[in-house]
Nanobody, 126 residues
């Protein structure tokens, strides 16, 4: 059974940091890209960052470049999202998702992802 379990969300003041974790099981981790997406109330889900577990390529939305860092521990089947200098507009439910690598793909397009976690709430107060 495929499972993606997010953790690490919470309430933080603007300028603070959080590290999200996405623990994966039930599939061959190295064959997948793992993406982080977020959805704020009343807004569409948007891609935040993604990492390809086959070659380590990383991708970021412009809104988080320089503040967020994605990394992967393939031995633990876990992907992390280090979020620094958080802003109130980062407030959202954050989801991780897995996409089977099989050629060209859009790393921040949620429509291409096969499996999803349940989400973790991140709230940034001003």
């Amino acid at each position: 059974e495929v499972q993606l379990v997010e953790s690490g969300g919470g309430l933080v003041q603007a300028g603070g940091s959080l590290r999200l974790s996405c623990a994966a099981s039930g599939f061959t981790f190295d064959d997948y890209a793992i993406g982080w997406f977020r959805q704020a109330p009343g807004k569409e889900r948007e891609g935040v960052s993604s990492i390809s577990n086959d070659d380590g390529s990383t991708y970021y939305a412009d809104s988080v470049k320089g503040r967020f860092t994605i990394s992967s521990d393939n031995a633990k089947n876990t992907v992390y999202l280090q979020m620094n200098n958080l802003k109130p507009e980062d407030t959202a439910v954050y989801y991780c998702a897995a996409l089977l690598l099989s050629g060209y793909y859009l790393p921040l397009d949620f429509g291409g992802y096969d499996y999803w976690g349940q989400g973790t709430q991140v709230t940034v107060s001003s």
